[in-house]
């Protein structure tokens, strides 16, 4: 079935240091999506891709949707203690199919 | 903000038991999904529902597993004779036509 890869599997940062991550497939979908998951909670949706090429910022928050479709990165600037929890990259391939999720983006803040 | 509610927000079961995990859908969403999230890992589709009927399950949802519209508003998901590990973060989620996906907070499913 269809694949993500996200990486890196996990980063420790310094307080107001700039974060990027990504995810890569060998599939093409139409829409990518960042969310982010606190510890016993579900995924936050925290920005929707919907077109190739797309740059969307969200605050701090910057993702871009690939011009592949294969691809997309998140990027959080001037990080803050409260960025701490893990961040997934999904793909959907049209309309309102499923989702596939990469493995998560643990991100640890250290003030 | 419309929210997707999920009960129990946890669920302590015996081996061999049976399981109904509960869900209120976003009320103008049509479609509902059920993902699994084992501890650590990724977060895993299990099956979608559209127009009172599945529209695409995943490997894990076997004869086990069965979803369920009993009446407007809420979604279930029912799993027969659990196992060990069936132990797990069970997440809700609902979409509609030019409306993202929102998830619910989850049921933790604890099977002993």
């Known amino acids: 079935g269809q694949q993500l890869n996200q990486s890196p599997q996990s980063m420790f940062i310094q307080e107001g240091e700039d974060v990027s991550m990504n995810c890569t497939s060998s599939?093409?979908?139409?829409?990518w999506l960042w969310y982010k998951q606190d510890p016993g909670e579900g995924p936050v949706l925290l920005i929707a891709?919907?077109?190739?090429?797309e740059l969307t910022s969200n605050g701090r928050l910057t993702a871009q949707f690939g011009i592949t479709r294969k691809d997309s990165f998140l990027n959080i600037s001037a990080s803050i203690p409260s960025d701490v929890g893990i961040y997934f990259c999904?793909?959907?391939?049209?309309?309102?199919?499923?989702?596939?999720f990469g493995k998560g983006t643990r991100l640890s803040v250290i003030a | 903000e419309p929210e997707v509610t999920q009960t129990p927000s946890h669920q302590v079961t015996q081996m061999g038991q049976e399981v109904i995990l509960r869900c209120v859908p976003i009320s103008n969403h049509l479609y509902f999904y059920w993902y699994r999230q084992i501890l650590g890992q990724k977060v895993e589709f299990l099956v979608s529902f559209y127009n009172n009927e599945i529209s695409e399950k995943s490997e894990i949802f076997d004869d086990q597993f069965s979803v369920e519209r009993p009446d407007g508003s809420n979604f279930t998901l029912k799993i027969r004779s659990t196992k060990l590990e069936d132990s797990a973060m069970y997440f809700c989620?609902?979409?509609?036509?030019?409306?993202?996906?929102?998830f619910g907070s989850g049921t933790r499913l604890t099977v002993v």
């Open positions: 599939s093409i979908f139409n829409t």
């Open positions: 989620a609902s979409s509609g036509t030019g409306d993202g996906y929102t």
């Open positions: 999904a793909g959907q391939p049209s309309g309102n199919t499923p989702l596939v």
């Open positions: 891709l919907y077109k190739a090429g």
